[in-house]
Nanobody, 125 residues
Framework: QVKLVESGGGSVQAGGSLRLSCAGS????????MGWFRQAPEKEREFVAA????????YYADSVKGRFAISRENAKNTVYLQMNSLKPDDTAVYYC??????????????????WGQGTQVTVSS
């Protein structure tokens, strides 16, 4: 069983950048495909980005393409989300998640078995 802990959230002005980290423990993150999701107040949790267990082709929501980049360092059991050109609409709690490789849908909440506690990102205009 994998425990995931996010960090790196905070408050930033529009146009700024943040880098989120997701550290895994209790299991080997390299066995899992990893994803980032976000949830704004009174909205459903939505897909942001994902990356395969091997660090291959990444997947992005249309709303963040060209601005966000997901990466992973399996040797450090860590996944990152670099967020640039942030907008007020990016304000949300960001969650890291792990799903078994070769199983489940990258884009759906239901595809993931393990979740972190979330980190708040606030973008002001």
């Amino acid at each position: 069983q994998v425990k995931l802990v996010e960090s790196g959230g905070g408050s930033v002005q529009a146009g700024g950048s943040l880098r989120l980290s997701c550290a895994g423990s209790g299991g080997t993150v390299s066995y899992y495909d990893m994803g980032w999701f976000r949830q704004a107040p009174e909205k459903e949790r939505e897909f942001v980005a994902a990356i395969s267990y091997s660090g291959g082709v990444p997947y992005y929501a249309d709303s963040v393409k060209g601005r966000f980049a997901i990466s992973r360092e399996n040797a450090k059991n860590t996944v990152y989300l670099q967020m640039n050109s942030l907008k007020p609409d990016d304000t949300a709690v960001y969650y890291c998640a792990a799903k078994p490789r070769f199983l489940g849908n990258y884009y759906r909440v239901s595809g993931y078995d393990y979740w972190g506690q979330g980190t708040q990102v606030t973008v002001s205009s």
